[in-house]
């Protein structure tokens, strides 16, 4: 499920086991986040209004909230509202709504690192590459710096 929160404090911590995970105090209750890529961007952003993919469970009557993944600092000026809501206001004013399938959290990530590594080579390397090649170099690099974490 979609959220907006805002981190206050972390604590990092491991379980019995010895897997490493963080403890996020939040203004929603606590959470924890066991996947190290998304706590390292997690760390980065405490006192913000961030939106992040959570899960909840239950266990003998304790409920349980894990942050899955991080989807960014949310544009203000792009508000998230209930679809249906929106296109059956739309409907009912006679203007039809095209949907368009919303961008996958981590996809987003690694295109805009992409880009800017491809924004830096390109910069330095001053035509001496072209533009297609410079690209998939830049998605060689994301992809091998994401294989060397995992």
Same mark, same amino acid.
């Given at each position: 499920m979609k959220?907006?929160?805002?981190? #206050? !404090? %972390? +604590?990092? @911590?491991?379980? @019995?086991? !010895?897997?490493p995970y963080v403890a996020f105090d939040t203004d929603k209750g606590k959470m924890n986040c066991f996947d190290a890529m998304v706590y390292d961007q997690l760390r980065d952003v405490v006192n913000k209004l961030i939106s992040v993919e959570i899960t909840?469970? +239950?266990?003998? !009557?304790?409920? %349980? #909230?894990?942050i899955k993944s991080y989807l960014g600092i949310p544009n203000e000026a792009f508000e998230e509202f209930d679809s249906d809501d929106v296109q059956k206001g739309m409907g009912d004013a006679g203007i039809t709504v095209k949907q368009y399938a919303k961008p996958n959290g981590t996809a987003t990530m690694y295109t805009s690192y992409a880009k800017d590594i491809y924004c830096s080579l390109n910069e330095h390397k001053k035509a001496q590459i072209?533009?297609?090649?410079?690209? +998939?170099?830049?998605?060689?690099?994301? @992809?091998?710096? @994401? #294989?060397? %974490?995992?």
């Open positions: 959220t907006r929160l805002t981190i #206050s !404090g %972390f +604590e990092n @911590k491991q379980t @019995k086991m !010895g897997t909840t469970r +239950e266990v003998n !009557g304790k409920t %349980f #909230s894990n072209e533009p297609k090649d410079l690209m +998939e170099l830049a998605i060689d690099l994301v @992809k091998q710096a @994401k #294989s060397a %974490f995992e």
